[in-house]
T-cell receptor, first 115, second 114 residues
Framework: NAGVMQNPRHLVRRRGQEARLRCSPM?????VYWYRQLPEEGLKFMVY????????ESGMPKERFSAEFPKEGPSILRIQQVVRGDSAAYFC?????????????FGDGTRLSIL | AQSVAQPEDQVNVAEGNPLTVKCTYS??????LFWYVQYPNRGLQFLLK??????LVKGSYGFEAEFNKSQTSFHLKKPSALVSDSALYFC????????????FGAGTTVTVRA
């Protein structure tokens, strides 16, 4: 009964390095969402992807951030040239179908720390 | 723009007492509403949702929530709290256009004392 799998659980990077966060959705789910959680705050929507397509990336910073969900393999959230402000917990969620009437199932997150 | 307010940062109750976690929302049109629970260093676990129909929604672990359109509220309730209910609770809303885009409240920390 594998849920949404995210790795790594913890990631430490120095300023200027690249961070790659991976997410494998629940079996059978083809809709993936990424959220960011800053300390003491709720989750903020970043991007919604369906296999090989970005549906909505309106919550993602225009520079340095990118996301993909290839036909094979996990979804990747990529942050280039990381800065201190990128330190946060990044959560991936998946759903069986798109749309708000289906609950999104969340992974345990990747906690990114920037030195 | 849609938003969620959870007016209480913390709720403390004794085990066996009723538990209520408050949530109000703002959205264009009719909402989709959700409650999630988060344990330390874990992801969010889905508790329940309101889509349409009965205003009282029953969910996992004995939780329920009541949708009140006139007050734009969706309070989470449990008749008899357990110590194991101690966690961080998030209310979330989406509208029916970009219905995949959840907006979360800042969360309410629930502590149930034995």
């Amino acid at each position: 009964n594998a849920g949404v799998m995210q790795n790594p659980r913890h990631l430490v990077r120095r300023r200027g390095q690249e961070a790659r966060l991976r997410c494998s959705p629940m079996k059978g789910h083809s809709h993936v969402y990424w959220y960011r959680q800053l300390p003491e705050e709720g989750l903020k929507f970043m991007v919604y992807l369906q296999k090989e397509n970005i549906i909505d990336e309106s919550g993602m910073p225009k520079e340095r951030f990118s996301a993909e969900f290839p036909k094979e393999g996990p979804s990747i959230l990529r942050i280039q040239q990381v800065v201190r402000g990128d330190s946060a917990a990044y959560f991936c969620a998946s759903s069986l179908v798109g749309g708000g009437n289906q609950p999104q199932h969340f992974g345990d997150g990747t906690r990114l720390s920037i030195l | 723009a849609q938003s969620v307010a959870q007016p209480e940062d913390q709720v403390n109750v004794a085990e066996g007492n009723p538990l209520t976690v408050k949530c109000t929302y703002s959205v264009s049109g009719n909402p989709y509403l959700f409650w999630y629970v988060q344990y330390p260093n874990r992801g969010l676990q889905f508790l329940l949702k309101y889509i349409t129909g009965d205003n009282l929604v029953k969910g996992s672990y004995g939780f329920e929530a009541e949708f009140n359109k006139s007050q734009t509220s969706f309070h989470l309730k449990k008749p008899s709290a357990l110590v194991s209910d101690s966690a961080l609770y998030f209310c979330a809303v989406s509208d029916r256009v970009d219905d995949y885009k959840l907006s979360f409240g800042a969360g309410t920390t629930v502590t149930v004392r034995a």
